[in-house]
């Protein structure tokens, strides 16, 4: 007979998903109503103004899609997209060669920006292809590349799509609550993200917004959206607000108390506050690694505080140290991803995942598991330097 499966208690300090927040758990335990009874729906308006919100937009059309982070990005191509737009896609690490899977399955022509592994994208780059070429229909990138811990200037960019006449289209899965994102003073024309990062919710939905000028390309398309579940023309009936739903699926109404829950406690903090969290905890963790002689993968500047690459020191075995850290420590961290794979470690502080007690754990459990594996590193400094940060922040 197989039996009610019960998961071990983790702490999540990986790429995501984060750890998820006891209020938010609580929140999803609650009964199961129907997705057009009335409660619901005005659960679903007040989920549509808490992302507004998160994401610094009047935009009507902010709803969360149902499905991963993956659905959300499908979601902006597969409206955008017609066959033979050319657009420009911006690749320094994995999610933007998927975002050239979708330019191209959709029939567009993608123009690629290439930079390398760990590097922001070039925005003069940019710049130059625009130059090159008319009738760009739009400039696709990734805010915050989870693959490398990597921040591109999105303001810029989405600045660039302006001035030369396209639409930017902008993968903020992991930057959204982490780090500053505008929606409006910026810009942004469709942008996805996703729960299970820096929301801290579970994974399994993907808030999307459009700006009015993506509305309307999307309701001035020569062809159909070869997505019917996706085609937000008809999602817009769900969610467009009011008490007349038309029926499209049946929403994750579970799943969506989470998201609810997650998005209210963003609320109480303030989005300014918890992108102020995100960088503060960094710090911290930074000081910690440094100290322990360990080398941060990506420069200062284009660092992102809510996932740190951090070089992988000489002769450790990187697949048997994360095994320890959770088999002692029941704690995760995330492997290196292609170019990466075996180079970094990619210590995740994501919403719940960022606090003090997530950086103390890390730096302490990844000290010991270095030096039982007999690495070059130096012990007992550490966790010293970490709450000298925090002390100093008080002060
Ligand atoms: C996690 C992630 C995705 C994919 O989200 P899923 O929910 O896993 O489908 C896309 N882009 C970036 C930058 C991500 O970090």
């Not at 509305?215 to 062809?223: D, F, G, Q, S």
């Not at 937000?232 to 769900?238: D, F, I, Q, R």
Request: hydrophobic letters at 45%; a negative charge; aromatic letters at 6%.
């Amino acid at each position: 007979m197989i039996k009610s499966f019960h998961p071990p208690l983790r702490t999540l300090m990986g790429p995501g998903p984060s750890d998820v927040h006891p209020r938010v758990l609580a929140a999803m335990a609650r009964p199961t109503i129907g997705h057009l009874d009335p409660a619901f729906i005005g659960m679903m308006d007040e989920i549509k103004q808490l992302l507004q919100y998160a994401l610094r937009t009047e935009n009507a059309l902010t709803l969360p899609v149902s499905a991963p982070g993956s659905a959300g990005m499908e979601a902006c191509f597969v409206n955008l997209v017609e066959p033979g737009d050319k657009v420009i896609v911006c690749q320094n690490g994995v999610f933007g060669g998927r975002m050239k899977e979708n330019v191209e399955r959709f029939g567009g022509v993608a123009l690629m920006v290439e930079d390398p592994w760990g590097e922001a994208v070039s925005v003069d780059k940019v710049r130059a292809l625009l130059e090159q070429h008319d009738n760009i229909k739009a400039l696709a990138f990734v805010h915050a590349e989870t693959s490398t811990g990597v921040q591109s200037n999105a303001k810029a960019l989405c600045a660039l799509a302006r001035d030369y006449g396209c639409l930017s289209i902008v993968d903020a899965v992991t930057s959204l609550a982490g780090i500053e994102l505008e929606v409006d003073a910026w810009g942004v024309d469709a942008l996805y993200s996703g729960t299970q990062k820096c929301l801290s919710a579970p994974p399994g939905i993907s808030p999307v917004t459009f700006s009015e000028r993506a509305l309307e390309a999307v309701r001035n398309r020569k062809t159909r959206s070869p997505s019917w579940f996706l085609d937000k023309n008809l999602v817009m009936g769900y969610w467009g607000g009011g008490q007349k739903r038309a029926y499209h699926h049946t929403a994750p109404v579970n799943a969506l108390y989470g998201l609810h829950e997650s998005l209210v406690m963003l609320q109480e903090e303030g989005i300014e506050a918890s992108w102020q969290r995100h960088m503060h905890h960094h710090t911290a963790l930074r000081s910690g690694l440094e100290a322990m002689g360990l080398e941060m993968a990506v420069a200062a500047d284009v660092r992102l505080p809510q996932l740190n690459s951090v070089m992988i020191p000489d002769g450790v075995d990187d697949a048997a140290l994360r095994g320890r850290l959770l088999s002692d420590y029941s704690l995760e961290i995330g492997a290196g991803l292609g170019a990466l794979a075996g180079k970094v470690w990619r210590i995740g502080l994501m919403g719940s995942s960022c606090s003090r007690r997530h950086v103390m754990l890390c730096l302490d459990a990844l000290e010991n598991a270095l030096v039982e594996q007999g690495a070059d590193v130096t012990a007992g400094r550490a966790a010293a330097a970490a709450a000298a940060c925090y002390a100093e922040s008080v002060a």
